[in-house]
């Protein structure tokens, strides 16, 4: 698919199918979470692959919402904000590694037919204990990941002259 069209169509889904992914489309979804570029490519991630079977309840103590749960996958993307390139302010790039991590998934996963939603609404203290994260990741973003129920969506955006700014 043209990269522009790519990002037309990506979209959030919030109902998923039952049906499995297909183990070939994870991995290239996870490669492109390997590829995706981080500050000084340190790498600083983890990215949690959530198998829903038999763990819906868990999957809303994580996000309370039903359908975070209907696909067959969860991913998590975790940072490692010790081992993260810091600005010499002291901003440290653990977020924003991991936000360019979670886009390079979602759209990989578009680009294969797969639905997602980017959440950060999340209770960090129930994805740590679900998911067995070490102490030293940081949960910053999860989707689902699935095919979607329904495949007509409305994006609505802002035009650009409110959110662009020429100096």
């Known amino acids: 698919m043209e990269y522009f069209e790519l990002i037309r169509q990506r979209h959030s889904v919030r109902s998923y199918r039952s049906d499995a992914v297909e ?7 996870l490669e492109a979470a ?8 340190r790498q600083a991630f983890k990215v949690i692959v959530f198998d829903t079977g038999g763990r819906k309840e868990e ?5 309370g919402r039903d359908w975070f749960g209907e696909a067959p996958l969860i991913l998590a993307v975790c940072s490692i904000p010790k081992k993260c390139w810091v600005r010499s302010d002291n901003k440290c790039y653990s977020d924003v590694d991991a936000a360019i991590v979670m886009d390079h998934m979602i759209l990989a996963a578009t680009e294969l037919g797969l639905g997602t939603c980017w959440v950060a609404a999340f209770d960090p203290q129930a994805a740590r204990d679900i998911l067995q994260l070490d102490e030293a990741w940081e949960p910053v973003a999860m989707t689902p990941l699935g095919y979607a129920r329904e495949t007509v969506f409305p994006k609505l955006r802002k035009p650009l002259e409110d959110i662009v700014v020429f100096r």
């Open 34 to 41: 390997r590829l995706a570029p981080t500050a000084a490519n």
């Open 59 to 63: 999957a809303h103590r994580i996000y």
């Open 23 to 29: 183990p070939e489309k994870l991995q290239k979804i």
